[in-house]
């Protein structure tokens, strides 16, 4: 009898495997958070939460009220939505200052063997109702995914999708432009960018869009990921915008774009300038980041006491001509699975659950930013750090002569008895 259990449990953990690979879900589940609270009895999901998501001002994070039409929405387009509510403590001397802040993670609408025109397009009409969705949430900050206007390309080295980069001031800021004015909005729009005004450079670009519809400026991705078949430098090279915070009507934000998560240093920099929301508008696969992407982020909020918003695409995205990323793996025509899983981190290592690992999704998040300051005042991070030090380090780092600061036991190399 039991052998024929463990038989039977493990034909049903194959299965379960088998079908997070072939659907993207996790066991059948959309998210680790709806697999566990199925799973578990209330009690114990609830002390597995307070570990793996942590308090909010020593509470459960609590969840918001959808509107209605924002439900609607969801439902007609077959899109997930979860909101939820981040809280600080109450203060005698400065009124709170309440952001509601939105993130889209979506799967490309067309085949990549579709016109471009075409493939564009339809992610447009694909991301309308979305839109929509949040400004009647009454989002106030919206951040799309990196390279949202196209299918994540870089790994086919193939120069043609270069057709999809845009200036600034193109049809996708026009497109959002609307949207910003429509609903007093701010929107974070990652592209693939084309500077006209210098040789018709292309960049990886976050534009951001004020809410009356202007542009308040832009952020080129700082970091260049060469691993597996994230060689983007065949089609950009490192920004050249540092680390600029742009302060909006409701709040100062910073872009880390992507692979900028893997560089502490680089989330820093922006808490230095004054950010108190970075969103990290993202591209990655389960294979090469699942198990870090809960972790950079949230680590990033704590380190540098502001919030982060989290986005990564959703879907495989299969291309016409197969490719190798030069790591003995044989030829292939797809990164592998976008896991969605978008969400959003605080400063006092609080978390959201995350959306949908299969599914296009929107995650709204009120937020206080006053926590931003108590956690600062709380932990002192910004007055114990020993930044004269770490420039010391820095500056003798970057020399060609830099020696590493070693002491070796004198007794290590001796030889002899």
Not at 12 to 30: P, Q
Not at 81 to 104: N, P, T
Not at 305 to 320: A, M
Request: charged content about 20%.
């Amino acid at each position: 009898m039991e052998k024929k259990e463990e038989v039977s449990k493990e034909h049903g953990n194959s299965e379960a495997a088998s079908r997070t690979l072939s659907d993207g879900s996790i066991c059948g589940f959309e998210s680790l958070h709806r697999l566990l609270e199925s799973s578990l009895s209330p009690p114990v999901f609830k002390e597995v939460s307070r570990l793996l998501i942590g308090l909010n001002c020593g509470k459960p994070l609590e969840p918001l009220t959808i509107v209605e039409t924002a439900k609607g929405l969801s439902s007609q387009h077959d899109f997930d939505i979860q909101a939820f509510s981040f809280q600080a403590d109450k203060e005698l001397l400065r009124e709170s200052r309440i952001v509601r802040v939105g993130l889209i993670q979506n799967s490309i609408s067309l085949p990549t063997t579709a016109p471009f025109r075409d493939q564009k397009q339809a992610i447009f009409q694909k991301l309308k109702p979305i839109i929509d969705a949040a400004g009647s949430s009454g989002v106030n900050i919206l951040c799309l995914q990196e390279a949202w206007t196209m299918p994540f390309a870089f790994c086919t080295r193939e120069k043609r999708w270069c057709e999809f980069a845009e200036p600034a001031d193109g049809e996708s800021t026009q497109f959002l432009q609307v949207f910003a004015r429509k609903y007093n909005m701010v929107i974070v729009s990652p592209i693939l960018e084309r500077d006209l005004k210098h040789g018709e450079t292309i960049w990886n670009t976050a534009v951001i869009i004020g809410n009356n519809g202007n542009i308040i400026g832009k952020h080129r991705k700082n970091h260049i990921p060469r691993v597996g078949d994230f060689n983007e430098s065949t089609y950009y090279m490192e920004g050249n915008t540092g680390h600029p915070v742009f302060e909006t009507v409701y709040g100062k934000i910073g872009v880390n774009i992507c692979y900028g998560r893997h560089h502490p240093l680089n989330w820093l920099a922006f808490g230095l300038n004054g950010a108190e929301i970075v969103f990290n508008p993202s591209a990655t696969v389960g294979e090469l980041s699942e198990p870090m992407w809960p972790i950079e982020a949230r680590n990033a909020a704590i380190a540098n006491s502001y919030f982060v918003g989290s986005i990564n695409r959703v879907g495989t995205e299969v291309f016409p001509n197969p490719f190798t990323s030069g790591d003995g793996k044989p030829e292939h025509a797809d990164f592998g699975h976008f896991y969605g899983s978008s969400h959003v981190s605080g400063p006092d290592a609080s978390c959201t659950p995350s959306l949908s690992r299969n599914k296009d999704g929107l995650l709204i998040s009120e937020m206080d930013l006053n926590l931003c300051r108590q956690l600062k005042d709380k932990w002192g991070f910004r007055m114990t750090a020993r930044y004269e030090v770490y420039a010391d380090m820095l500056s003798r780092y970057v020399k060609p002569e830099f020696e590493p600061q070693v002491i070796s036991d004198p007794l290590l190399h001796k030889s002899g008895p």
